[in-house]
């Protein structure tokens, strides 16, 4: 009998998708579109997608996913890794009854980013940053890793944050970031972003509910800067169902 044949895949792109207001995996039903045609893939125990043999040209991926906003990103070959090609997908939770989510949404003409970070003590704080390589180095009060590629590092006045973006984790309590920090970032709290998407003029952003007390900086970016605007979820009462908030509501900071 002869040896039953192996037959080899090349992975052309894996595809994460990660929920955007409690910072884990997304999950639910998932549809892949490459350039409005519908994409075929596989998905492994771990809810990675995996393109296998597709070929490698740039491409506008539109992710549907059951419980989110649909997403479309583009997929730039030439920005990714050359031997597994990764991207990840930021997915804006549904407001859905009983979400306890709040949402902002509106229109902010010249409006490119929007983003939050929860202020207060967080579990990491900066002991030294190698701008050169782009290495950040943080002690973790509770010996754990960062798991967020989004970040930020928040002002000593809490009025502020300069946002970061994490590469990958070198070893325990170093990571590489896309860009170097500002100097002089010695002891400031790290945080994880909530991102949300700002797209013609409108905006759309989902901050969790259901932490008690929580206070907020939203981050808002236009040719003129980014402004800061600060949110206390205590004050703000319980998500309305299905309710939106201008981010003019939230007091606007310095």
Not at 132 to 145: A, C, E, G, I, P
Request: aromatic share 6%; glycine share 10%.
């Amino acid at each position: 009998m002869a040896p039953a044949a192996t037959i080899r895949h090349r992975v052309d792109l894996a595809m994460t998708f990660v929920d955007t207001a409690k910072g884990g995996p997304a999950s639910g039903l998932l549809k892949l579109f490459r350039d409005g045609d519908t994409l075929p893939f596989r998905q492994d125990s771990g809810g990675t997608a995996l393109l296998l043999d597709a070929g490698r040209e740039d491409f506008t991926l539109r992710v549907v996913m059951s419980g989110y906003e649909p997403e479309e990103m583009r997929v730039a070959y030439a920005d990714l890794d050359e031997h597994m090609p990764h991207v990840e997908a930021e997915l804006i939770p549904l407001d859905l009854i009983g979400a306890e989510l709040f949402t902002f949404a509106g229109d902010m003409p010249g409006l490119t980013e929007v983003d939050a970070v929860r202020i207060g003590p967080t579990a990491w704080t900066v002991q030294e940053t190698d701008e050169r390589k782009r290495l950040l180095t943080v002690h973790s009060l509770y010996n754990n890793d960062i798991t967020a590629k989004r970040c930020a590092l928040i002002a000593v006045d809490e009025s502020a944050y300069e946002p970061i973006d994490i590469v990958k984790r070198l070893s325990k309590g170093v990571y590489k970031l896309r860009e170097a920090p500002g100097a002089d970032i010695s002891g400031l709290y790290v945080a994880r972003r909530v991102m949300g998407k700002a797209r013609d003029g409108r905006y759309l952003l989902r901050l969790p509910g259901d932490l008690t007390g929580a206070r907020w900086l939203l981050r808002t970016v236009t040719a003129d800067g980014a402004v800061f605007r600060a949110f206390d979820s205590a004050g703000a009462g319980r998500p309305p169902d299905g309710g939106r908030i201008p981010i003019d509501a939230a007091m606007k900071g310095g």
